[in-house]
């Protein structure tokens, strides 16, 4: 039996999990209050308090680093790279603690799974980080040389459910075409064709559809008058494109178990956006259908905001002539991170090298 500890450090707490097999035996969720992460100018500047909070968390539940077969961190703004489970190395600390596509508090995953590793002698992985890229050269052309689509999603979560949407339709992930639906704070959908993501919106830097935080692929041309109108400096328009866009900025929250209680209760303009933000969603879900030429087995939706039924049913009306659709809610991060060490460690999987 493989004894495993994941980590998945988040922009005001950092999940911590240990893993028997495929069991969790524990969880915590270590919340860090504002006061504390005001005082650093930059994630990376966190990584001590962070790593010393998981530590005594640890402790104080009867956890002993030495007994950990393996440490699994969430991976974050590194360079693009296949999917897979990765060995962490130096180059990855380096580009970790100088990401050339920004701060994240999950590059800290990384980081602190690696200095486990130093303390105990056993392995630090990553698992499918944001950055996975397996985008068909042709999905990243547009109608600007000087501009390439990027592959930045939530693969981690994408990857595990595709895993687990295969084996339930007792298949395995690479003989299959899948559309996978994140639905999160971002969203981001899918083309999986027979094991790789062939195509998928950017849900960090506002391309694909309206999302609760992100605003979702806009005209382009209203979208220039705005910045040149408003004079917004680049890193007001980025925390307003990534995070004060989206539902939270129609509807001035980002509470979507709010917005499903009012949509509820019969508040219409609610209802508008959030019906909206389905009808995006849909419509991203046929744009991929067509990437798989409309050879579809399943379309899979999962993230947390599966669990509204109302909402995922709005979607379902758009897009089951399509294929079947499957729902398994909740991001399940943990586990995907935990299942890609297991992989490793009993030789489903080769560890891969970051280079």
Not at 62 to 79: A, I, P, T, Y
Not at 238 to 248: N, P, Y
């Amino acid at each position: 039996m493989f004894k495993i500890l994941t980590i998945n450090p988040g922009s005001t707490s950092t999940k911590i999990a240990v893993y028997e097999d495929e069991k969790e035996i524990f969880k915590k969720n270590i919340s860090h209050p504002e006061s504390e992460i005001s005082k650093y100018k930059h994630i990376v500047d966190q990584y001590d308090f962070r790593r010393a909070a998981i530590e005594e968390s640890l402790k104080e539940n009867g956890f002993n680093l030495k007994s950990f077969d393996c440490f699994v961190g969430r991976g974050g703004l590194l360079k693009p790279i296949p999917s897979g489970t990765y060995r962490v190395n130096q180059k990855m600390i380096d580009d970790l603690k100088h990401s050339p596509l920004g701060e994240h508090a999950s590059n800290l995953g990384g980081m602190i799974a690696h200095e486990f590793e130093k303390e105990s002698g056993k392995p630090s992985y990553i698992v499918d980080p944001v950055v996975v890229d397996e985008m068909d050269d042709i999905a990243r052309i547009t109608g600007f040389p000087e501009i390439q689509r990027v592959s930045i999603f939530h693969a981690l979560n994408q990857k595990a459910t595709a895993r687990k949407a295969a084996s339930d339709l007792g298949k395995k992930y690479d003989e299959l075409n899948l559309i996978v639906v994140h639905l999160g704070g971002g969203i981001s959908i899918g083309a999986h064709r027979k094991g790789k993501i062939v195509d998928v919106n950017n849900a960090l830097n506002g391309d694909g559809p309206l999302a609760p935080e992100r605003a979702g692929s806009i005209p382009s041309w209203g979208l220039y008058k705005f910045i040149v109108e408003t004079k917004m400096e680049e890193k007001d328009f980025k925390k307003r494109l990534a995070g004060k866009a989206g539902i939270v900025a129609h509807l001035g929250t980002n509470d979507m178990r709010r917005v499903e209680d009012e949509v509820k209760a019969g508040n219409k303009k609610f209802e508008r956006i959030y019906h909206a933000m389905a009808y995006n969603i849909g419509k991203w879900v046929g744009m991929m259908a067509a990437v798989l030429h409309g050879d579809v087995d399943e379309i899979v939706i999962t993230g947390g905001l599966a669990y509204d039924k109302m909402f995922v049913g709005w979607i379902e009306e758009m897009v089951k002539f399509i294929a079947p659709v499957k729902i398994y809610p909740g991001e399940n991060e943990m586990q995907a991170l935990a299942f890609g060490g297991l992989r490793v460690l009993t030789g489903e999987e080769n560890a891969k090298e970051y280079k």
